[in-house]
């Protein structure tokens, strides 16, 4: 069965940053593209981030555009995004999810495996 496993999410503190760490266990993990989702109350899911089997390949949702960082460990099966400069509208389920395929994508539709989610709060 194959499952992901968020780690990292909490009360964190405006102009802060977070590390959220996801571990996969399963099928094959090094040849499908990685992405982190978000969701706050009342909102729809929104894309964070994404990158590529091989990571040479991400993409950014424009709203943390040049403030996070998503990175992978194929060896370790892992996926982590790194943000910085938090804002209470950071707060959210974030999710991580492995995609249908190795390039990255912004599109939940593209990815077929999803964890729990763990929340984020950031406090102004």
């Known amino acids: 069965q194959v499952q992901l496993i968020e780690s990292g999410g909490g009360l964190v503190q405006a102009g802060g940053s977070l590390r959220l760490s996801c571990v996969a266990s399963?099928?094959?993990?090094?040849?499908?593209?990685l992405g982190w989702f978000r969701q706050a109350p009342g909102k729809e899911r929104e894309f964070v981030a994404s990158?590529?089997?091989?990571?040479?390949?991400?993409i950014y949702g424009d709203s943390v555009k040049d403030r996070a960082t998503i990175s992978r460990d194929n060896a370790k099966k892992t996926v982590d995004l790194r943000m910085n400069s938090l804002n209470p509208g950071d707060t959210a389920v974030y999710y991580c999810?492995?995609?249908?395929?190795?390039?990255?994508?912004?599109?939940?539709?593209?990815?077929?495996?999803w964890g729990q989610g763990i929340p984020v709060t950031v406090s102004s």
């Open positions: 999810a492995e995609g249908r395929a190795g390039r990255p994508s912004g599109r939940a539709a593209d990815y077929d495996i």
């Open positions: 399963g099928r094959t993990f090094s040849i499908y593209a």
């Open positions: 990158i590529s089997w091989n990571a040479d390949s991400t």
